[in-house]
Each structure stands twice: as C-alpha cells, then as structure tokens.
C-alpha cells in the first residue's frame, strides 16, 4: 500500500524558511517523479516543484526560493522553502504516480502559513 507523509509545515515569519518532508511507503522513490503541490481555499491546486531522477522543475513562483531534494534511502522527498511571502501560505501536498497512467497518490497536506 502506498502511503506519503507530510511533515514540517507551521508558522513563519516574512522572510523566514521551512523545511517540508514527505515520506513515501510502498514504493521506491529512486525512479519516479515525486512532486510538491500547494492549495488554497478557492484556488486549484497548483505545482510547486517535482523531481525525478533527471529532471527538476519548479514553478516560476518557487525559483530561486525554494528547493527541492530527496534522500533515496529515507525514501523521503524535501521541499526546502526560503525568503517566504505571505502568499506562499497554503496546503502543501506531496504526489507520486509510480506508474505512468496508473493510480496517483497523496499525502494528507502540511499546513504552512507565513504571516507579515
């Protein structure tokens, strides 16, 4: 069964940093792409940064301020989060396809909330 646990969300101030973490169970990281997605009330979810074993992505509003890295043996993705705005608070959620046009999965969503 697969299963993806966020962690690390909380409160931070203007300019302040967060480190997110998502541990995956019931499948190996090491090959697939892991994405960091982010919500807020009325809005689509939306793409924050994804990684795989080539390629890193990131949104336009997470360049330069946020990145993206994974420890393959934890089987656990990071998103580490700087120079946060008050715009960057939302639902932070992590999701995994392991295969291509099969199930997805996600994570329950960390709660991160930056104040001014």
């Known amino acids: 069964q697969v299963q993806l646990v966020e962690s690390g969300g909380g409160l931070a101030q203007l300019g302040g940093s967060l480190r997110l973490s998502c541990e995956v169970s019931g499948s190996p990281i090491s090959r697939i792409p892991v994405a960091w997605y982010r919500q807020t009330p009325g809005k689509e979810r939306e793409m924050v940064a994804s990684i795989s074993a080539v390629v890193i992505e990131y949104a336009d509003f997470s360049k330069g301020r946020f990145t993206i890295s994974r420890d393959n043996a934890k089987n656990t993705v990071y998103l580490q989060m700087n120079s946060l705005k008050p715009e960057d608070t939302a639902l932070y959620y992590c999701?995994?396809?392991?295969?291509?046009?099969?199930?997805?999965?996600w994570g329950q969503g960390t709660q991160v909330i930056v104040s001014s």
């Open positions: 999701h995994i396809q392991p295969v291509l046009g099969g199930p997805e999965y």
